[in-house]
């Protein structure tokens, strides 16, 4: 096994990703950061030099479980203090799954100003994939705004009937590049012949086949991904092998992965769209796209007609069926345990706490602590977070899900759910009505440190004396994040069996921000002591 070193520089810098000038969290110049390839089995170690003026920063490698070092998580308030400017902090974990996974910034609202990038861990020499290609690229979906961080970060916090809402995205990015319209005027520097908003450009010989790796970092939108012409299949989800299926487009939500097969078996003689179009939300954002060049042809020649739209927004049943397709390849199935200890019902709503609207779980809307859990609970300082813990379900039987909440206040709390160390846990995410009447909005959770097996999904409210029955203990998919379709709910099971403390939340920066989250403990207690690197915020000064 080796060992990759990377040293990273964290600056602001001007950049045009859909060709508006705006300042971006970089890595060593670059937004999407650099792609780091690695082999399972490797050790990866990343150097974090901040030099944010006055930013802090913190990096999680999302889908990588950090079996034994949870303090490399890189959750700022759950795993480490964040990283101050001028310092520098040294991630160092171990990637033991072959698969596509990403690393994005994990403080505040900082993703989405830029700092984000994939993973790629290789299979070991010899092992055999369920699938063969000739080559590989990879291809990172996001969606971009002018407005910074802060302005977005601001307008959520307002009070009441300030709450100013950023709006759609004004573009969406195929591996860091999109195309803003400039002639729109809306001020600042917009030039569409910069280089670096040029088109992605993805490369096929006639009659090779490819495997895409396919990663989305979206703030906010679910996306559908589609290649002009060419079906897609199926082959990996969050590092785990799929029963192969073909789509004609692939829905994919913030925070998951996929491999796709595509064969370059079509008319050689033009190019085709790639296109990322906005799904679940009406969109208010052109299609985002890119070329698939067929070799031969002139590398500029843009294809004649428009690209393709994706399926319509608001067709809740084409996202749902996706999901459901999604199984373990026959070959590589690992079974889930056929019963769990513990089941947690999260009931999701959008509620409004002293005029301030939120997003709940349970009626508690999640608020990060300035000592991060795990040194908090690792050193026993039990007056940084509150000590009860949130409830395990709501009131089921009775609360209407079709209906804006009847009761919208809530509380904010920082408690945590502490699991039994080694028990399985089952948990479902109930999806609900937000405040506005007939409308529901889609989840894309993610939860740290763990795979977790997708059980079902539902499109309504969740029946706990039927719906079990309809579980797939058979094939059911492993993943790192899964979808809550709009007013459905989604049931997944886990073992607690990697001691840490780890953050389960919506994909969505602004959901986890607005309270969309809770957080995980378990086995705590089985840790050595933990390193004094990852300290010295709050009440963690060195030395607690
Ligand atoms: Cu990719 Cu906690 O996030
Ligand atoms: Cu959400």
């Known amino acids: 096994a080796k060992v990759h070193h990377h040293k990273w520089e964290i600056s602001y810098q001007f950049k045009s990703p859909d060709c508006l000038k705006k300042l971006a969290v970089t890595i060593n110049g670059q937004t999407p950061g650099p792609t780091i390839y690695a082999t399972e089995g490797d050790t990866v170690v990343i150097e974090v030099k901040n030099s944010l003026l006055t930013e802090n920063v913190a990096i999680h490698w999302h889908g990588i479980r950090q079996i034994g070092t949870p303090w490399m998580d890189g959750t700022e308030g759950v795993t480490q203090c964040p990283i101050l400017p ?29 700092l984000n990038g994939m993973i790629v861990v290789k299979v070991p020499d010899g092992f055999k994939e369920p699938f063969t290609y000739d080559h590989e690229h990879s291809i990172l979906l996001n969606d971009w705004w002018h407005n910074s961080t802060y302005e977005q970060a601001a307008g959520l916090a307002l009070p009441g009937k300030q709450f100013t809402w950023v709006g759609e995205p004004h573009s969406l990015l195929i591996n860091g590049r999109g195309k803003f319209n400039c002639s729109l005027n809306v001020g600042g520097t917009c030039n569409s012949t910069n280089p670096e908003c040029a088109p992605y450009m993805l490369t096929v010989v006639p009659g090779k086949t490819y495997r895409l790796r396919i990663a989305s970092v979206t703030s906010l939108s679910a996306l559908n991904f589609e290649i002009e ?69 002139p590398r500029g020649r843009l294809p004649t007609n428009a690209p393709p739209v994706g399926p319509l927004w608001n067709d809740t049943m084409y996202r749902f069926n996706q999901s459901v397709a999604i199984h373990a390849h026959p070959s590589f199935i690992e079974s889930p345990p056929s019963k769990s200890d513990r089941m947690i ?68 709390s920082n408690s945590i759910y502490k ?126």
């Open 229 to 297: 012409g060419h079906s897609l299949t199926v082959v990996e989800a969050d590092g785990h092998y799929v029963d192969p299926f073909v789509v004609k487009n692939l829905n994919i939500y913030s925070g998951e992965t996929y491999s796709v097969i595509l064969k370059a078996d079509q008319d050689p003689t033009r190019n085709y769209w790639l296109a990322s179009n906005v799904v679940s939300r009406k969109p208010g954002t052109p299609t985002g796209t890119g070329i698939l060049h067929y070799y031969g042809v």
């Open 419 to 544: 699991l039994e160390y080694g028990s399985v846990v089952d948990v479902i995410l109930q999806n609900a009505n937000t405040l506005t009447a007939n409308n529901s909005e889609t989840h894309p959770w993610h939860l740290h440190g763990h795979d977790f097996w997708v059980l079902g999904y539902g499109l309504g409210k969740f029946d706990p004396a039927s719906d079990p029955k309809r579980y797939n203990l058979k094939n059911p998919i492993l993943k790192n994040t899964v979808v809550v379709h709009p007013l459905g709910w989604t049931a997944i099971r886990f073992k607690a069996d990697n001691p840490g403390v780890w953050a389960f939340h919506c994909h969505i920066e602004s959901h986890f921000f607005m309270g969309m989250g809770i957080v995980f403990e378990e086995g705590v207690e089985k840790l050595g002591q933990l390193p004094k690197f990852i300290m010295g915020c709050g009440e963690s000064k060195l030395g607690n």
């Open 86 to 114: 001028g310092d520098t902090f040294v991630y160092r974990f171990l990637v033991d799954q072959a698969g596509t996974y990403i690393y994005h910034a994990h403080y505040g609202m900082q993703r989405s100003a830029g």
């Open 345 to 412: 019902n999260l009931l999701n709503t959008q509620n409004r706490v002293n005029g301030v609207m939120r997003w709940s779980i349970n009626n508690v809307s999640f608020d990060l602590p300035h000592t991060p859990y795990l040194i908090a609970l690792k050193n026993n300082l039990n007056n940084v977070f509150e000590q009860r813990p949130p409830p395990d379900t709501y009131d089921v039987k009775s609360y209407d899900i079709f209906i804006p909440p009847v009761n919208p206040n809530a509380t904010r």
